[in-house]
């Protein structure tokens, strides 16, 4: 049993998974639309699509799209998703989830009315560091564990620019000043997808930019934002806590790695950096960076790479790490492109089961709210100066 696919938003990021959902012996066929119509024409011809929709509003319309799969601007997605449950149709949306606790409530809602399904493709989910600590805290190897980080470490010179001036128009500067908290999912979906538990309550700091070139400018911002990095301390359900980074200035070079992860239990620890990642516990220290390492299985000037900004194609041209089990994966993918850390392959694959078995993904609406609404609720504790705050929680999925 296969369905059909929609692919809502052609920008930079839509055309890799576009091929990935075509080649699925679970998808029949698959079509795009674009606000920019003569760019939805262009991924069309490229990737061998059925065909595009003049909007959104036609392709929800249509009996011809089973399922859709948002790419579109950050701030976009809970209106968007709530529109396609409402019309029928199951949803796989890029993160965040939502912006605000209201968005996020009403997808639930909705998800548990019509019985559809909805997944938000959190690339940390299957980041290397993050299959890995599931998997020693599944077999105990941590011990207790009490305290994670996770840091998303993004600069705007190292891609950002170029992404926002080709999404945002003449008015890019305005939406360049996304609050970093409100964009949660690779620092606290990697904690989290690790560590079976949620976050209770917060307290977060942001940084103020002092760039002074309309970027992360509240007269400029439309979210009147003017942090551009910014740190959060959550405190966790059963005890413990974890530390969340998003920078957006910052000395880092997140063309390597832009998320890494730490983990430590009472037993045993296990820290990555850039380069390099390490397994510890009382005795010593043994390097896995070998294990979580993916190798590349695209050059960056791949012609399909044409539409990625240089600087964030090293994220689309990684393949698997020795860590990833790749033996549920359909052959198809065995020699195309993957990309953010090995991820891409597995995130289209359990959208797909879980469309034609009816049963739930791995980011499902109940975990995405998990992923997403802490960041809300951090960046409205650095809107207050750091003030604690309670995370409301949606509880777990139905049956899981």
Same mark, same amino acid.
Request: hydrophobic share 40%.
């Given at each position: 049993?296969?369905?059909?696919?929609?692919?809502?938003?052609?920008?930079?990021?839509?055309?890799?998974?576009?091929?990935?959902?075509?080649?699925?012996?679970?998808?029949?066929?698959?079509?795009?639309?674009?606000?920019?119509?003569?760019?939805?024409?262009?991924?069309?011809?490229?990737?061998?699509?059925?065909?595009?929709?003049?909007?959104?509003?036609?392709?929800?319309?249509?009996?011809?799209?089973?399922?859709?799969? +948002?790419?579109?601007?950050?701030?976009?997605?809970?209106?968007?998703?709530?529109?396609?449950?409402?019309?029928?149709?199951?949803?796989?949306?890029?993160?965040?989830?939502?912006?605000?606790?209201?968005? +996020?409530?009403?997808?639930?809602?909705?998800?548990?009315?019509?019985?559809?399904?909805?997944?938000?493709?959190?690339?940390?989910?299957?980041?290397?560091?993050?299959?890995?600590?599931?998997?020693?805290?599944?077999?105990?190897?941590?011990?207790?564990?009490?305290?994670?980080?996770?840091?998303?470490?993004?600069?705007?010179?190292?891609?950002?620019?170029?992404?926002?001036?080709?999404?945002?128009?003449?008015?890019?500067?305005?939406?360049?000043?996304?609050?970093?908290?409100?964009?949660?999912?690779?620092?606290?979906?990697?904690?989290?997808?690790?560590?079976?538990?949620?976050?209770?309550?917060?307290?977060?700091?942001?940084?103020?930019?002092?760039?002074?070139?309309?970027?992360?400018?509240?007269?400029?911002?439309?979210?009147?934002?003017?942090?551009?990095?910014?740190?959060?301390?959550?405190?966790?359900?059963?005890?413990?806590?974890?530390?969340?980074?998003?920078?957006?200035?910052?000395?880092?070079?997140?063309?390597?790695?832009?998320?890494?992860?730490?983990?430590?239990?009472?037993?045993?620890?296990?820290?990555?950096?850039?380069?390099?990642?390490?397994?510890?516990?009382?005795?010593?220290?043994?390097?896995?960076?070998?294990?979580?390492?993916?190798?590349?299985?695209?050059?960056?000037?791949?012609?399909?790479?044409?539409?990625?900004?240089?600087?964030?194609?090293?994220?689309?041209?990684?393949?698997?790490?020795?860590?990833?089990?790749?033996?549920?994966?359909?052959?198809?993918?065995?020699?195309?492109?993957?990309?953010?850390?090995?991820?891409?392959?597995?995130?289209?694959?359990?959208?797909?089961?879980?469309?034609?078995?009816?049963?739930?993904?791995?980011?499902?609406?109940?975990?995405?709210?998990?992923?997403?609404?802490?960041?809300?609720?951090?960046?409205?504790?650095?809107?207050?100066?750091?003030?604690?705050?309670?995370?409301?929680?949606?509880?777990?999925?139905?049956?899981?």
């Amino acid at each position: 049993m296969a369905f059909s696919l929609g692919i809502v938003g052609a920008g930079q990021f839509s055309g890799q998974f576009a091929k990935l959902f075509l080649a699925h012996p679970g998808v029949a066929d698959v079509h795009v639309t674009d606000l920019l119509p003569e760019r939805a024409e262009e991924l069309a011809g490229a990737e061998g699509l059925s065909g595009t929709f003049p909007s959104y509003e036609a392709m929800l319309e249509s009996k011809a799209v089973d399922a859709v799969a +948002i790419f579109t601007q950050r701030w976009t997605h809970g209106p968007l998703v709530l529109q396609a449950l409402r019309a029928g149709k199951h949803v796989y949306s890029a993160v965040p989830m939502a912006i605000t606790r209201d968005e +996020i409530a009403a997808i639930i809602d909705a998800v548990r009315a019509t019985g559809l399904t909805y997944m938000m493709g959190e690339t940390s989910q299957y980041n290397p560091a993050t299959v890995h600590a599931r998997n020693q805290i599944a077999e105990g190897a941590f011990g207790r564990l009490f305290y994670a980080e996770g840091d998303y470490v993004h600069d705007m010179d190292l891609g950002f620019y170029e992404a926002y001036r080709y999404s945002g128009g003449e008015n890019w500067k305005a939406t360049a000043s996304y609050p970093p908290l409100l964009y949660p999912t690779h620092s606290v979906g990697g904690v989290l997808g690790a560590w079976r538990t949620h976050a209770v309550s917060v307290s977060a700091i942001g940084v103020r930019d002092e760039r002074g070139d309309g970027v992360f400018d509240k007269e400029v911002s439309q979210f009147g934002n003017d942090f551009s990095n910014a740190t959060a301390l959550f405190e966790v359900a059963g005890g413990g806590s974890f530390r969340t980074n998003e920078f957006r200035r910052v000395g880092y070079p997140s063309h390597i790695r832009e998320s890494r992860f730490r983990f430590f239990g009472t037993d045993a620890s296990m820290e990555q950096l850039a380069t390099v990642s390490f397994w510890q516990d009382k005795k010593g220290v043994k390097d896995i960076t070998e294990l979580l390492e993916p190798k590349p299985t695209m050059a960056p000037d791949d012609p399909s790479l044409q539409h990625i900004a240089p600087a964030l194609r090293a994220a689309f041209t990684s393949g698997s790490a020795p860590v990833h089990d790749r033996a549920r994966l359909p052959r198809e993918f065995d020699h195309l492109h993957n990309g953010h850390e090995g991820s891409h392959h597995f995130l289209v694959d359990d959208f797909v089961t879980a469309v034609n078995t009816r049963t739930l993904p791995s980011v499902n609406a109940w975990v995405a709210a998990r992923y997403t609404l802490p960041g809300i609720v951090a960046h409205e504790s650095a809107r207050q100066g750091g003030v604690r705050l309670e995370i409301p929680d949606f509880g777990d999925a139905p049956g899981a």
